[in-house]
């Protein structure tokens, strides 16, 4: 929807980039997205202001942060 910019990598992370919408700043964005994947366990990095850096993991987890993310923009 143009509300993120996924980095692609060659690494286990990627970097999600949430950009300024009129539900609020990329930053804003970011941060509650940080805490509410942190309140469901799932641990990601907040950096630069307005990304997440996720680390992939197991398929469970993986799972479990699809679920979560697509939840929290539901």
């Given at each position: 929807?143009?509300?993120?910019?996924?980095?692609?990598?060659?690494?286990?992370?990627?970097?999600?980039?949430?950009?300024?919408?009129?539900s609020g700043t990329g930053s804003?964005?970011?941060?509650?997205?940080?805490?509410s994947l942190k309140r469901e366990?799932?641990?990601?990095?907040?950096?630069?202001?307005?990304?997440l850096r996720i680390t992939a993991?197991?398929?469970?987890?993986?799972?479990?942060?699809?679920?979560?993310?697509?939840?929290?923009?539901?």
């Open positions: 929807d143009g509300a993120y910019r996924l980095y692609p990598s060659a690494t286990n992370f990627v970097l999600l980039r949430f950009k300024d919408t009129a804003e964005r970011a941060k509650e997205m940080f805490e366990g799932i641990l990601v990095r907040y950096i630069l202001g307005d990304c993991g197991t398929e469970k987890e993986n799972d479990a942060l699809l679920s979560a993310f697509f939840a929290h923009i539901a």
